[in-house]
């Protein structure tokens, strides 16, 4: 599927499985191979001993906040260490960049440095969305 020899999928369920549970897994597996958005994209690490931000709530805060904005891929990084490079495919990402302050990219351009932590979602809100009414 992620080398584009894949035009669809089908997945077999015989009854016991609900037929939304069963739409909501092929839409993931689609996302995932990049073959068709239909959901905001959230690409984070899984934290480590450098996280420098409380993750699990930051990601909890920005998937709330960006849940509507279809096809958008948003990286989500506990340091600066290795999140620039994981997060290589996403359209904006939002990375530790020091104990309790954050930097913002844009792809893979650092645009906003050093934010404090409680300001960092309120900064990546208004980057996204000047960046959309400059689209229009
Ligand atoms: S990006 Fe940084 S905080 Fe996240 S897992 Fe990798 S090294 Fe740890």
């Given at each position: 599927m992620m080398d584009g020899?894949?035009?669809?999928?089908?997945?077999?369920?015989?009854?016991?499985?609900?037929?939304?549970?069963?739409?909501?897994?092929?839409?993931?597996?689609?996302?995932?191979?990049?073959?068709?958005?239909?959901?905001?994209?959230?690409?984070?690490?899984?934290?480590?001993?450098?996280?420098?931000?409380?993750?699990?709530?930051?990601i909890a805060r920005i998937k709330e906040a960006t849940k509507g904005m279809t096809g958008l891929k948003v990286g989500i990084m506990g340091c600066i260490v290795n999140g620039p490079g994981e997060m290589a495919d996403a359209d904006y990402g939002y990375v530790g960049a020091g104990p309790n302050k954050v930097s913002l990219y844009r792809k893979q351009v650092c645009v906003e440095h050093n934010i404090p932590e409680e300001e960092a979602v309120e900064h990546l809100l208004a980057l996204i969305k000047a960046d959309q009414q400059g689209k229009q």
């Open positions: 020899l894949t035009d669809g999928l089908w997945l077999m369920n015989n009854g016991d499985i609900a037929l939304e549970d069963v739409e909501q897994t092929a839409f993931a597996i689609l996302q995932a191979g990049r073959l068709r958005m239909v959901k905001t994209e959230y690409i984070s690490c899984p934290g480590c001993g450098r996280t420098l931000y409380d993750l699990r709530t930051t």
